[in-house]
């Protein structure tokens, strides 16, 4: 099959060829011609398989095909939003819409937190057909009046799952409560949990429904390779491993913001470029570290999960679990970022003691037993008791408030308070307990971005 069977128009067919692609991937076969139809969506489909594409193609072709409507005011209303989790995640599907839609004569714009309001304001004052948005600062156009969103023709909830695990649910349901009743949803996520589903039934009126991976495998073509070490030898490891094999574009994930800055400052140490990127880094910062990395000049990135979410770097060739992620369906995510869109990647994890529970939590996850090897030179100490875990860095809040415990596994949610204490969370899978805390009354912001308090809910935009 290629895209021009998919019944696409010709200016949509043009941008994908000279962008480079030539087969649909199965998502894309599959949601394109769902979306075209006019329907709803319900698709499940993990970062990395080229959902992107698969509802951004059918929406250009959608507005191009269909003059807008002028409103009262007579100004061309927005057509299509899309909400995504992170700031990130917005960027980059708002760069696919300009690249795909690049003949289609359709203006866009992405629109998140952490950046000043005010060019944004300016911006929404001219055309904008297609609007891809964080719901935080979406929320906050909806309460300054500067947004006009009752036009709307097609919605996508990109990663819903993840907008949920975010805090998110109650900033989702104010923007739906601003929208025409008639319009087109579509709604992605990576997995299916409950919560989705009664979002879903809310939401999508007879959808199709399309599910390309299975639920929480890993790609087939991502190598994946656990070295067990000594906690406090990862540093060392991690710095062999680069140079001898020369790993020259290496994504690191750490569990805690602080973690993240520490290592990037020992790699720097060791001659190995490296940048931090999590939710206390500026925008600018982390848009010049992504792009630095992106473009081949850094050697390594060290993220945490949420910075890293979102991120789109077509081939990256190796990912490092320096601390596994104390939920499960992380360590997917994690690893989603290298063999995309079939290329090969290789995703590595350093597991000290303390983390075999987690790593155990994530074979059950997987259904796949993921073997530990020894590093010569790095055997780790046969006596080695476990410690408990930290979960945050100590002096601010944590990467992802209320995401303390293992979500798949954990034990009832605990508040807030309970969880920012750092350790001694259990590490590893206890008994089966319900899905992830809710937000948070008071309107914390997670992201480690001082609260606001005006809003129920994390932010991350
Ligand atoms: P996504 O899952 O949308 O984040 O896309 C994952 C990666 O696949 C991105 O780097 C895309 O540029 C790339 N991609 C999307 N569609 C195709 C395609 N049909 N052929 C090759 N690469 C693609």
Redesign the pocket.
């Given at each position: 099959m290629n895209f021009s069977d998919l019944g696409l128009a010709e200016e949509i067919l043009r941008a994908v060829t000279e962008h480079g692609?030539?087969?649909?991937?199965p998502i894309?076969a599959q949601a394109i011609p769902a979306v075209l139809s006019g329907g709803d969506l319900m698709a499940g489909?993990q970062?990395?398989?080229?959902?992107?594409?698969?509802f951004v193609l059918p929406i250009l072709q959608r507005l191009s095909s269909k003059p807008a409507q002028a409103t009262a005011g007579g100004r061309s209303p927005i057509r299509a939003l899309i909400l995504t989790p992170t700031r990130e995640l917005a960027a980059q599907v708002e760069e696919s819409v300009r690249t795909y839609g690049k003949y289609a004569r359709l203006s866009s714009m992405a629109m998140f937190g952490g950046v000043s309001i005010n060019p944004q304001i300016q911006r929404l004052k001219s055309r904008l057909d297609i609007l891809v948005a964080t719901p935080g600062r979406l929320l906050d156009h909806v309460q300054q009046r500067t947004i006009d969103l009752s036009h709307v023709e097609i919605l996508v909830l990109d990663e819903a799952d993840r907008m949920l695990d975010m805090g998110f649910i109650k900033d989702i349901k104010k923007v739906l409560a601003l929208l025409p009743k008639q319009r087109q949803n579509l709604l992605f996520s990576a997995t299916f949990s409950d919560e989705i589903k009664t979002l879903a039934d809310g939401l999508l009126n007879n959808p199709a429904l399309i599910e390309v991976a299975r639920r929480n495998a890993t790609a087939e073509n991502i190598a994946q390779k656990v070295y067990e070490v000594n906690r406090d030898q990862k540093r060392q490891v991690l710095t062999h491993l680069i140079k001898t094999h020369q790993w020259y574009q290496v994504l690191v994930f750490t569990r805690t913001k602080h973690g993240a800055n520490r290592l990037a400052e020992q790699l720097g140490k060791d001659d190995i470029p490296a940048l931090a990127i999590h939710g206390n880094k500026s925008q600018g910062a982390r848009t010049r570290a992504l792009a630095e990395f992106k473009s081949g000049k850094l050697q390594v990135l060290v993220a945490t999960d949420i910075a890293a979410r979102g991120i789109?770097i077509?081939e990256l060739p190796h990912v490092v679990n320096y601390e596994l992620p104390n939920i499960s369906e992380d360590y997917v995510h994690r690893i989603g970022r290298t063999g995309?869109?079939?290329a090969d990647g290789e995703a590595t994890s350093l597991v000290c003691v303390d983390e075999f529970d987690y790593l155990k939590g994530i074979e059950r996850l997987i259904k796949r037993s993921l073997p530990r090897e020894i590093i010569p030179g790095f055997e780790p100490d046969p006596n080695a008791r476990a410690q408990p875990i930290q979960m945050r860095s100590q002096d601010h809040q944590g990467q992802r408030s209320g995401r303390g415990q293992p979500r798949s596994t954990s034990s009832p949610a605990k508040p807030r308070s309970a969880q920012a204490k750092p350790g001694p969370a259990k590490p590893g899978p206890s008994k089966p307990g319900p899905a992830r805390p809710k937000a948070r009354p008071g309107g914390e912001i997670s992201g480690g971005r001082p609260s606001s308090g005006h809003r129920s809910g994390g932010r991350h935009s």
């Open positions: 692609y030539t087969t649909p991937t894309q489909a970062t990395g398989t080229g959902k992107t594409a698969g789109d077509s995309r869109a079939g």
